[in-house]
């Protein structure tokens, strides 16, 4: 540390007031942020104009509300408070935060406490001297006159609350995929009834047969008929035991641990058709999706941030100015690091120019504006995705309604059949392939029934996703974590 006399106390002084005003007067960089028209129509095909005025927005409700199963209900909350990925999505926000705070340091100088005593020998006198030091300095403060440092504060911002919309798109995704698991898993069991009935069924035609061919009555093919048949509603109840299976791992994934035995206990007695109700919704605008649906307003903050690095990038070629600085007390006694006189300071600014870099910073503008042109196609295509997404799931709300009225009636008349067949058959009148193409025609109608129930049920879950149902902001970690819903 060189020592100064205290008359430069007002040089000082005046110095430090200067890279205050320095540091205030930085300018920026970063162009003028402007949002980009959103590249699809401005309303749906099917929407429904009476829905959309009496019906609330799917981003008001809460999954509490709208899933309104208690067992659902229960394995969503577990779901939230479990699972690994959405873990993942909020640790990631925690991550992005102290990159945030990082940055946001950056534009404060860092003091430091500096003390230390050496012993060196006075080349004039030849005899060794002690000096000790104390004090407080700066390291290389840049002062941030060309905005490059508050552009890669902006760039980080922005990036935190893009983490914070990924959380909350992941929260609605896994909402959804609990729904539709705990659905799936409903109409698994209705399946394994419906194969259940259907095999008791096909055994007791295989014995009825095979008793009429005993006493002369029927052939020996159509006892071969009859028996293929249940082999094949065997098979079917093989395929629908293990589907099952599958479908409860895959649930038991997204909660995060075992599905409780109660809630397992209670399936084999649920069936669809009486799946608590989900309350219809408005699909509102195209334009409101910007701010409904936590991944378009994710890809907009990640356009801001790559704006934001075109800012850093100009202010790369302009001048970087940096300040040095200490002050404390030295004395060759220990005794007298306090005393009067003592105090002393240093000051070191410095300015660096670029003057050649092989090109380096014009290739990291020209990447940056690369970037940000990535950017704003990313965010096209997340608003191009929502309306199709949206689209697709009113065109399901539009038409599913009228498809399962209708293959109810199917069912219907095929079981009239069946009955009609088998009455012909046992009278003579109609051959045995007509009862067994009544039979398959009945199971093949009455599992499509079943899966156009699933899918509607599914189409509704899924509306409520796309309009970005399912997301709390009030949501914290340490909620989820304990396994606890937050209120709305």
Not at 47 to 68: G, K, M, N, S, V
Not at 103 to 116: F, H, I, K, N, W
Not at 145 to 152: D, K, N, P, V
Request: glycine content about 6%; charged content about 20%; some cysteine.
């Amino acid at each position: 540390m060189h020592s100064y006399s205290r008359k430069y106390d007002k040089g000082f002084r005046t110095f430090s007031s200067l890279s205050a005003a320095l540091a205030l007067a930085g300018c920026s960089l970063i162009p003028t942020y402007e949002r980009p028209a959103a590249p699809v129509p401005a309303g749906y095909a099917l929407a429904d104009p009476q829905a959309a005025a009496d019906a609330p927005a799917a981003a008001d409700i809460a999954w509490q509300d709208y899933f309104t199963d208690p067992r659902l209900q229960r394995l969503i909350g577990m779901a939230l408070g479990n699972n690994r990925d959405l873990r993942l999505a909020l640790l990631n926000v925690e991550q992005a935060r102290a990159q945030f705070q990082i940055r946001r340091a950056d534009e404060y100088p860092t003091l430091s406490g500096v003390a230390s005593a050496t012993r060196q020998p006075n080349p004039a006198t030849g005899r060794y001297g002690n000096a000790f030091q104390v004090g407080v300095g700066i390291s290389a403060w840049e002062i941030d006159f060309f905005g490059r440092i508050a552009a890669l504060k902006e760039q980080a911002l922005e990036q935190y609350l893009a983490t914070t919309e990924a959380r909350g798109a992941a929260q609605i995704s896994l909402v959804a995929a609990v729904a539709t698991g705990w659905l799936n898993l409903l109409a698994d069991e209705e399946l394994l009834d419906l194969s259940r009935r259907t095999l008791a069924t096909r055994e007791e035609s295989v014995r009825l047969t095979r008793l009429r061919l005993e006493n002369g009555v029927s052939s020996e093919l159509d006892n071969r008929q009859a028996a293929s048949l249940a082999e094949a509603a065997r098979a079917t109840y093989a395929q629908q035991q293990r589907q099952r299976l599958l479908d409860e791992n895959a649930l038991v994934l997204l909660l995060g641990q075992s599905l409780p035995e109660d809630i397992r206990a209670s399936l084999p007695s649920s069936r669809l058709d009486s799946a608590a109700p989900m309350q219809p919704l408005a699909a509102g605008l195209p334009s409101e999706l910007l701010q409904r649906r936590p991944d378009i307003r994710q890809a907009e903050h990640v356009l801001r941030g790559a704006n934001a690095n075109i800012g850093a990038a100009r202010a790369a070629f302009f001048p970087r100015i940096a300040l040095t600085a200490s002050v404390g007390s030295v004395s060759d006694e220990l005794s007298g690091l306090f005393k009067g006189g003592s105090w002393a300071f240093s000051l070191a600014p410095q300015l660096a120019l670029p003057l050649f870099d092989a090109g380096r910073n014009q290739a990291n503008l020209e990447s940056s504006r690369v970037g940000r042109e990535i950017a704003v196609a990313q965010y096209e295509k997340s608003i191009q995705t929502a309306f199709r997404e949206v689209s697709d799931a009113l065109a399901g709300r539009a038409t599913l309604s009228e498809q399962l009225q209708a293959q109810r009636a199917q069912a219907e008349a095929d079981a009239k059949r069946l009955e009609l067949s088998d009455l012909r058959y046992r009278n003579g009148i109609a051959s045995y392939l007509d009862v067994l193409d009544a039979q398959r025609s009945l199971f093949a109608t009455q599992q499509a029934l079943v899966g156009t129930q699933l899918q509607r049920l599914q189409n509704q879950v899924a509306l409520y996703k796309v309009l970005g149902g399912g997301w709390n902001p009030a949501m914290t970690y340490e909620t989820l974590a304990a396994g606890t819903v937050a209120p709305r």
